[in-house]
């Protein structure tokens, strides 16, 4: 079972970067598709970008596209998601998941071995 990691949350202003990371323990990182999702206060938890397991396809919501980068380092076991321009509205803590395999690549549902999740705020 792998455990994963979130860090480099923290406070920025609108129009700020933050570069989040999730580092899996174990040797299967590489096998599995991997994603990202956030959940804001009295909010359910939601799909962010997600990442195929050679790193070769990504996917992200409609409120990222064009602002957030996911990727990853399978020989560091290590999953990223560069965060730009980013506004009040992306505020959340955010978690890493692995994908089931053949689950759905947005659905919450099919994903474990959730993080701690980091928090990442941004001030308007």
């Known amino acids: 079972q792998v455990q994963l990691v979130e860090s480099g949350g923290g406070l920025v202003q609108a129009g700020g970067s933050l570069r989040l990371s999730c580092a899996a323990s174990?040797?299967?990182?590489?096998?599995?598709?991997m994603g990202w999702f956030r959940q804001a206060p009295g909010k359910e938890r939601e799909f962010v970008a997600g990442?195929?397991?050679?790193?070769?396809?990504?996917y992200y919501a409609d409120s990222v596209k064009g602002r957030f980068t996911i990727s990853r380092d399978n020989g560091k076991n290590t999953l990223y998601l560069q965060m730009n321009s980013l506004t009040p509205e992306d505020t959340a803590v955010y978690y890493c998941?692995?994908?089931?395999?053949?689950?759905?690549?947005?659905?919450?549902?099919?994903?474990?071995?959730w993080g701690q999740g980091t928090q990442v705020t941004v001030s308007s």
């Open positions: 998941a692995r994908n089931t395999p053949g689950g759905r690549r947005y659905s919450a549902s099919d994903f474990s071995s």
């Open positions: 990442i195929n397991w050679i790193g070769t396809s990504t």
């Open positions: 174990g040797r299967t990182f590489g096998n599995y598709a």
